[in-house]
């Protein structure tokens, strides 16, 4: 049984010198270090600041930078497609919580809801939607490390390293994501003019940051 990597933090993790670390494959040390931060950008709602404070400043765990990837040619395409899709998969449950919230919206426009009832869902909504994604995240971490466990030991190291090119495809779509949906909240709160016109309009590029994303993964390789 796999324990979800929700549960693991970074600053959780034993010292160097325990037993736990020596005993754990570096490739695990480095995905679960690296889902660790997408955590802390849903948290904080800042992807650019924390993600990339992350590349530069690596937690004291011994591991990789996480732009330190790099692709084996001998991976197996199956490994690779299997990477891909996990990766394609999460994304994907991420445009249909941004589809719900989007619903809510188009509900309230139709029922000419007023400026507190607007307020109200929206809030609500997209928090719900954040916690949505943060579950298809949970989900893709511990699929993949199910999968990576399951290919031969000499392929394992490999897989990580693709894992991790998909997952910065996956982040800086749904850094946009995330972005545009503070957007949408923040223009209900300040009930700007042509309010529904802008919802709108960052909904759709939430929809084309998501499409770009998984167009992306797609082209890898």
């Known amino acids: 049984m796999t324990m979800a990597y929700s549960s693991i933090e970074v600053a959780d993790l034993p010292s160097l010198n325990s037993f736990h670390i020596n005993t754990t494959p570096e490739w695990k040390r480095t995905l679960l270090s690296k889902a660790s931060v997408f955590r802390d950008c849903v948290k904080t709602n800042n992807f650019a600041d924390v993600y990339y404070f992350s590349i530069l400043v690596p937690p004291k765990t011994n591991r990789k930078a996480f732009y330190s990837y790099s692709t084996d040619d001998t991976l197996p395409d199956d490994v690779k497609y299997e990477m891909k899709s996990l990766g394609e998969a999460t994304l994907t449950k991420g445009k249909e919580a941004a589809d719900d919230f989007k619903t809510t919206t188009a509900q309230l426009k139709v029922e000419n809801a007023g400026r507190e009832k607007w307020r109200e869902k929206v809030q609500a909504t997209g928090q719900t939607a954040k916690d949505k994604f943060n579950e298809a995240v949970d989900n893709w971490v511990d699929k993949t490390i199910v999968a990576i466990e399951e290919l031969p030991e000499d392929q394992r190291e490999a897989a990580a390293d693709f894992w991790g090119l998909v997952s ?54």
């Open 168 to 221: 910065n495809g996956v982040m800086a779509a749904l850094g946009e994501v995330f972005k545009f949906f503070q957007m949408i909240v923040q223009a209900v709160i300040d009930w700007v003019v042509d309010m529904w016109e802008k919802v709108k309009e960052f909904f759709s590029t939430i929809g084309d940051a998501i499409n770009t994303g998984i167009n992306w993964i797609r082209g890898l390789f």
